[in-house]
């Protein structure tokens, strides 16, 4: 568990470090993806290796700690969306964010993909809304009964890496989103 997440809260200089690491790797994904060096990353920070281990044992704690206000913006827009009427539109539209948040750095498809590590994290919470959409239209009957929620972000999250091959170009992904829902829907 990363530093930050249970019930005590940081000392000062432990919130500034931990805040500093986050920082330096949200510059270095966005100009290296997410497979940049963690040594860089602690050394942009002005941290040694150790600080950034203690806080995200895992580079998959740290790339998700780098996305939560966007994950949990994606579980607020899935909480909404099941209010839409039309399940359909409101499926597409959570699937269209989800894309775009799975292209926001190079190799992080991958990532988001991956069950998530912590029981209460934004990641878990933004896939289970995408999970009660997908469910819902399929109950609806807008997407096939066969639609496992799990493989409908395996998908997407392939769109999400083709659209974001260089040079990125987020109409290829809207286009082949629209494919992927037309794919899965009733015949």
């Known amino acids: ?32 993806g997410v497979t940049a060096s963690l040594d860089d990353i602690a050394r942009a920070a002005g941290v040694g290796p150790g600080t950034l281990y203690r806080h995200f044992p895992a580079r998959d704690d740290l ?16 909480v909404q969306l099941l209010d839409e009427p039309d399940p359909l539109r409101a499926v597409s539209r959570w699937l269209d964010a989800y894309v775009e948040q799975c292209g926001m750095f190079e190799g992080l498809a991958q990532t988001l993909v991956r069950p998530p590590a912590h029981e209460s994290s934004n990641c878990q919470l933004a896939t ?58 009733p015949r």
């Open 1 to 32: 568990m990363a530093i930050g997440t249970g019930a005590r809260p940081l000392r000062a200089d432990a919130a500034r470090n931990r805040r500093a690491v986050i920082d330096a790797a949200r510059d270095a994904f966005d100009r290296y």
């Open 128 to 185: 289970g809304a995408g999970t009660a959409l997908i469910r819902r239209a399929a109950d609806a009957g807008a997407l096939r009964t066969d639609v496992d929620a799990d493989e409908v972000r395996q998908l997407v999250a392939a769109v999400a890496c083709v659209g974001g091959q260089l040079p990125p170009d987020p109409d290829r992904r809207t286009r082949l989103l629209h494919m992927m829902l037309d794919g899965i829907r």
């Open 63 to 78: 790339i998700l700690a780098v996305l939560d206000n966007g994950l949990a913006d994606l579980h607020r827009l899935g």
